[in-house]
């Protein structure tokens, strides 16, 4: 992922120690178990001072149960939210693994308010943090020059959508139906679809070259490709999902419509009609990578001191609480077991 990528070297610039490990495999139970021990290895190795885990469901679980460093986790949109596309059951294991986690974690970052919503505890613990943007990389330029370099067209009208890799929740038709309205109000336009095979060093030119930008997911967390349209002015259409509101609060000219191919269409044909660029670099400063970087350093700052001093070299960890319906069924062993004059477990050196 590369804006996990991308935060990791915002935080070094920052001055954060960070051990970068990415998961082989999330799907393989096999391989989990290996992910697992290899992460138990390189924390042995690195004996950090915490833990952050960039995504909930089997990342972060994998991280809860790997050691007991205070664990901060960020979760980014379908680890909460439901995924119509995936099988029943593994959605039901992603979500109880991602809400099981957050009883473990020190702290929760959530890249909107509506995915802290989905939590089913300790709201008031999960900050949101959108994902921050490289201001550097995306920033405006002449269109006329970023379209040349691509090959388009000088003049022709073009909307721009970002199709993922899952174009159908992204709503690839119901774009492709909004550009078809609003060809009848204003004639021909084209639809350019980026999918993941573009570079990210190439999507620049993309969002300065086109005309607009058009959002028609059925559920986000906090799309990237909005902060990066705003870093670069250009002009966005989209519908109400995740954070889209508040990133496009005060910026001009950009429309938030029904999730309706009419109403898109329109929004579409006025946008282009007027053929200026947004206000939208001012807007999304707060969101660039240097300070939510500040920010998140701020977070790993508290959740390193709530067990231990930052200061430290070694960081020493103390043992952890009762979790949920982990330690349940363990706290029930051990009234059983002292109902009937065993051992109590701390004497084993198992006590949690």
Request: glycine residues 6%.
């Amino acid at each position: 992922m590369i804006f996990v990528r991308r935060q990791v070297e915002s935080l070094r610039r920052a001055g954060i120690d960070v051990s970068a490990f990415y998961l082989a495999s999330r799907t393989s139970p096999i391989r989990v178990l290996q992910e697992w021990r290899r992460l138990q290895t390189r924390i042995k190795e690195t004996r950090p001072h915490l833990l952050h885990a960039h995504y909930g469901t089997v990342t972060s679980a994998i991280c809860a149960l790997a050691t007991v460093i205070p664990l901060v986790i960020t979760f980014r949109g379908d680890d909460l939210h439901f995924q119509p596309q995936a099988s029943w059951p593994r959605v039901a294991l992603g979500h109880l693994l991602s809400q099981l986690s957050a009883l473990r974690s020190s702290r929760m970052l959530c890249v909107s308010a509506r995915l802290r919503q989905q939590l089913w505890w300790r709201k008031q613990n999960a900050l949101v943090v959108p994902t921050g943007v490289d201001m550097d990389l995306f920033h405006p330029q002449p269109k006329q020059r970023c379209r040349d370099l691509l090959g388009w067209h000088r003049t022709e009208p073009i909307v721009l959508f970002n199709a993922g890799w899952t174009p159908l929740i992204k709503g690839l038709d119901i774009v492709r139906a909004a550009v078809q309205v609003a060809e009848q109000r204003i004639g021909p336009l084209r639809l350019v679809v980026t999918r993941s095979n573009v570079p990210p060093d190439q999507m620049p030119l993309y969002l300065n070259a086109a005309d607009c930008l058009v959002l028609a997911s059925f559920r986000e967390g906090s799309p990237n490709i909005i902060k990066e349209a705003l870093a670069c002015n250009l002009p966005i259409v989209s519908v109400d999902v995740g954070d889209v509101p508040e990133r496009l609060r005060g910026v001009h000219p950009s429309r938030i419509v029904a999730r309706d191919p009419y109403q898109i269409g329109c929004a579409l044909a006025e946008i282009l009609c007027l053929g200026q660029r947004s206000n939208g670099r001012e807007a999304v400063q707060e969101c660039s990578e240097t300070q939510i970087a500040a920010i998140i350093a701020g977070v790993y700052r508290s959740a390193a001191t709530t067990k231990g001093r930052l200061n430290d070299k070694v960081y020493k960890p103390t043992k952890p609480k009762l979790y949920s319906l982990f330690c349940r069924g363990w706290k029930t062993i051990r009234r059983w077991r002292r109902e009937r004059n065993v051992r109590r477990p701390s004497d084993t050196g198992f006590a949690c």
